[in-house]
Nanobody, 117 residues
């Protein structure tokens, strides 16, 4: 079993920055691909970015337009999402996820990000 706890969400003005954190426990973190997803009001859940245990990353650039950066600290069992130049359309609940084999199996409870115009 894997437990994921997100933090760092909040209210920010357009153009501001936030850094989300996700603390993981319950399995070998360094071997696990971690990711961030988001769900905006009235929309489907959307992939934001992922990072492999070796540091390889993938990003939904169509959604984030290179404003977001995912990183991890294996010593702290934590994955981060640095979000810069935030826009109102980035308003969503952001979820941390972890894979089992190739499936996104474990999910955090989510953290709200609200960007005011």
């Amino acid at each position: 079993q894997v437990q994921l706890v997100e933090s760092g969400g909040g209210l920010v003005q357009t153009g501001g920055s936030l850094r989300l954190s996700c603390a993981a426990s319950g399995r070998t973190f360094s071997d696990t691909t971690m990711g961030w997803f988001r769900r905006a009001p009235g929309k489907e859940r959307e992939f934001v970015a992922s990072i492999q245990g070796n540091g390889g990353t993938a990003e939904n650039t169509a959604a984030t337009k290179d404003r977001f950066t995912i990183s991890r600290d294996n010593a702290k069992n934590t994955v981060y999402l640095q979000m810069n130049s935030l826009l109102p359309e980035d308003t969503a609940i952001y979820y941390c996820a972890a894979t089992s084999a190739t499936t996104w199996r474990y999910w955090g409870q989510g953290t709200q990000v609200t960007v005011s115009s």
